[in-house]
């Protein structure tokens, strides 16, 4: 189930939610939002101790497949909020607010 655009940046202004990119360093060089940090899913294992567990986490990727194994990754590191937005075009579905 993936979270909406509207959702995702209200976690991001709101509550801090940390933003993550679990596509290739590839794909996010190539289409990347700013606010992102990438942090590839085949290395997401060893990165993950970048993020804060006390903050949510917002994962996406290009099509949500990758995002939805990385929330099921850092659910099970003991990350309490993480929320799925999917493909990484949805962040661009509504205005800022």
Do not use: H
């Not at 993936?2 to 991001?12: G, H, P, R, W, Y």
């Not at 942090?39 to 567990?53: E, F, M, T, Y």
């Not at 099970?76 to 579905?93: E, I, L, R, Y």
């Amino acid at each position: 189930m993936f979270i909406s655009c509207e959702e995702a940046k209200q976690l991001v202004k709101n509550q801090n939610a940390q933003l993550v990119d679990v596509r290739t360093p590839e794909e996010y060089l190539a289409s990347k939002i700013e606010e992102a940090i990438n942090l590839p899913l085949q290395q997401l294992d060893s990165l993950a101790a970048q993020l804060d567990k006390s903050r949510p986490v917002v994962v996406f990727c290009r099509s949500g497949q990758r995002s939805q194994m990385a929330l099921q990754m850092l659910t099970s590191m003991g990350f309490a909020d993480v929320k799925n937005m999917g493909p990484f075009t949805t962040w661009m579905q509504c205005p800022d607010s």
